[in-house]
């Protein structure tokens, strides 16, 4: 087709290249077309309307298009201008006609409704993978296409009607390639990226999933790293910069031999908590109600071995705390445990409590995240260690006592309702203070605070207290224990018996 077949507005729509430039020369269009056409209005009521549908197919069709063009000027300059020409072209040719015929309108519509949404992905092709590169062959196959097309269809607009009812004509009797088959060909190549578009989409999904899983576990490393460091302060301040989970359980495992072992203890004449014993006091009443209860509860059982072997240093009862801690420790996703087995000759409850709420704040560091508890708690042991490092008056006493004690209800309460707590405590008989020369008794000091801790609690806490009675005179005395909530404080006591 010669250029003589092009006017001037036809031949100065092919040089637009940009949407800015299609802007003003569409508005410029449209405003000499209006204007040319004042006049007729009221003789053709029609023509004004169908300029304005015109109008507005081809400039919202233009920015649906925007995209592709974008997205080609990226990796194929300095050919992204020429589907601006050439649709700038194709529109004015056809607005020429007065009107864009309803194959063209609904052939554009066609288009364009898969053409938004793709701006999105304008930042995700940049990569390395088959898809980015594929999706970037099927980008400018749909660009080169869109050209096509808009070729075609000027083509076909340029024509007589005589022309194009022929072409019509011979399409009916025989296939020809007219700009509709050239249209349905482009709507399949917008498909076919759009599809493609999606399978990409979803792979940079994936990966992003991938990368934030990464982003979690450095959080998580760098989370633990501040938790531990909290941790740290907090084990400075219960003056157990010493302390060791690993050597404190090979001090159980170890224990826990040496009671096996013992000759006194283990007389064949005597009952020994081992297995079928250890199985058959497990079902009681009192330790099942205590070990299968929802509710926070203590259970201090008294153990009195044979008078036979009444001198001996070691508790018959003993395998009971023993066995449950290293079962305990066993289980896998387990409760949370804490355990002190107090050894000869003697302990404080400022060394007891203190060995407990560490190892129940290493299981539960994430709390030390929020910043009032950490600062509540850290306060209260500050209190207990300025305490710890003068000479030991009765006054100073009962502030460490009263610090710790609340530490602990402190950290009692960092636990959830459905989390699990055991503490268990083996020769409570043995927590006595070394400074007081027996001023106050720090066994009933320590079996008061955890009485109270079994009154607060909202989690299912669980306290075992082994005491030896014959090493405790006053054990008897235990019935002076004020619980507020009786259920949830039980006392037992178990005598070695002649095997049967």
Request: proline letters at 3%.
């Amino acid at each position: 087709m010669g250029n003589k077949a092009f006017s001037a507005t036809e031949k100065a729509a092919l040089k637009v290249n940009t949407f800015n430039e299609f802007d003003a020369f569409w508005s410029q269009v449209n405003g000499s077309k209006q204007k040319l056409n004042h006049g007729n209005r009221e003789g053709h009521p029609s023509l004004s309307k169908s300029y304005q549908k015109s109008a507005s197919v081809a400039y919202d069709f233009m920015q649906s298009f925007s995209p592709i063009i974008g997205l080609v000027k990226d990796f194929a300059a300095p050919y992204g201008g020429l589907a601006i020409g050439t649709l700038s072209l194709l529109f004015i040719v056809a607005k020429n006609k007065n009107d864009i015929e309803e194959r063209l309108n609904s052939t554009m519509i066609s288009i364009q409704e898969r053409l938004p949404g793709l701006r999105m992905y304008q930042h995700i092709y940049n990569d390395n993978h088959e898809l980015d590169i594929l999706l970037q062959e099927r980008i400018v196959s749909t660009y080169c296409s869109f050209v096509d097309f808009s070729i075609a269809a000027t083509k076909y607009y340029k024509k007589s009607r005589f022309h194009r009812n022929l072409e019509q004509w011979l399409k009916a009797i025989g296939p020809q390639y007219t700009f509709v088959e050239n249209a349905k060909r482009l709507e399949d190549d917008v498909v076919r990226m759009r599809y493609l578009c999606e399978d990409l989409l979803n792979k940079n999904v994936d990966e992003l999933k991938n990368s934030n899983k990464e982003l979690d576990a450095q959080l998580k490393h760098l989370q633990s790293g501040r938790d531990n460091d909290r941790v740290r302060d907090i084990q400075r301040l219960l003056n157990l910069e010493d302390f060791s989970e690993e050597l404190q359980r090979r001090e159980v495992d170890k224990y826990h031999k040496e009671l096996a072992d013992d000759d006194q203890l283990n007389i064949e004449l005597l009952q020994q908590m081992k297995e079928k014993e250890l199985k058959s006091f497990r079902i009681r009443p009192k330790y099942n109600q205590w070990i299968t209860s929802p509710e926070p509860r203590l259970l201090i059982i008294l153990g009195y071995n044979n008078e036979s072997i009444i001198s001996e240093d070691q508790c018959w009862l003993s395998p009971v705390a023993t066995t449950l801690i290293k079962d305990l420790i066993d289980a896998h996703s387990g409760p949370t445990v804490a355990y002190n087995i107090i050894p000869r000759p003697r302990k404080s409850i400022f060394d007891v409590l203190p060995t407990i709420l560490l190892q129940l704040l290493r299981q539960k560091s994430q709390a030390l995240r929020n910043e009032k508890q950490f600062l509540e708690l850290q306060s209260e042991l500050r209190n207990f260690h300025a305490g710890s490092g003068v000479s030991r008056s009765p006054d100073n006493h009962d502030a460490m006592l009263s610090a710790l004690q609340n530490a602990a209800l402190r950290v009692i309460s960092f636990f959830d309702e459905a989390e699990p707590i055991f503490i268990i405590v083996d020769r409570v008989d043995r927590c006595q203070d070394l400074w007081s020369h027996n001023r106050v008794d720090h066994r009933l000091l320590l079996l008061r605070v955890f009485v109270k801790l079994v009154e607060v609690a909202r989690t299912r806490l669980k306290i075992l207290a082994i005491i030896n009675g014959f090493d405790w005179p006053h054990s008897k005395n235990l019935g002076d224990l004020e619980c507020k909530s009786k259920d949830r404080l039980a006392v037992h006591e178990e005598h070695q018996e002649y095997a049967q």
